[in-house]
């Protein structure tokens, strides 16, 4: 596990979440892209990358949100758990796979964060299935465009310096 990666992966999916934030739509489209650090560093580089950015992402943006703290860090610790686990039991290589991760760990998350609310207000708070989706659709939207990029990013850098080189070093007859 790379540490340094994992916050600054972590640190850099807060900062788009908070810079992002105000283009949500009333509360009603929202999106959650710590959600979708943590899962990356899981996928990326194991379950304990994942449970390190669940809890560092999920207290970084209950602090930032004025949540009850601890809740989204819990959350976001076990989701990280799981899609490490599941991305160390199958190869998941194509970027629409690791999509359907994202999208699944969403719902989970958004099912675990309304319980334990649940629990600590002692009334079950209402749930906008319309919300969810749309969240789920924006998380594994951003989701598939972040991992498409980082795979695609190291052969477009290997085309580029290929074409830097000049035209007397390449056999072209």
């Given amino acids: 596990m790379k540490l340094t990666a994992v916050l600054l992966t972590v640190v850099g999916a807060t900062f788009l979440q908070v810079a992002l934030a105000r283009f949500t739509v009333g509360g009603v489209v ?3 892209l710590v959600l979708v650090g943590a ?41 990280g758990w799981a899609a490490g686990v599941v991305g160390a039991q199958f190869v998941l290589v194509r970027s629409h796979a690791r999509m359907i991760i994202v999208a ?18 002692q009334h079950w708070p209402a749930v906008s299935w319309g919300a969810i989706l749309a969240e789920t659709g924006l998380n594994a939207a951003a989701a598939l ?21 000049s035209s007397l070093s390449r056999r072209q007859w």
């Fill in 30 to 32: 929202v999106f959650d």
């Fill in 39 to 79: 899962v990356f560093a899981a996928l990326e580089w194991g379950p304990v990358a994942g449970i390190l950015a669940g809890t560092v992402g999920g207290l970084l943006q209950d602090l930032l949100s004025g949540d009850i703290i601890g809740v989204g860090a819990l959350a976001k610790t076990l989701v």
């Fill in 104 to 121: 699944f760990a969403t719902v989970v998350h958004r099912a675990m964060i309304l319980m334990l609310r649940g629990l600590i207000d």
């Fill in 145 to 165: 465009l972040v991992f498409y990029a980082i795979h695609m990013l190291p052969a477009a850098v290997e085309r580029q310096r290929v074409n830097r080189r």
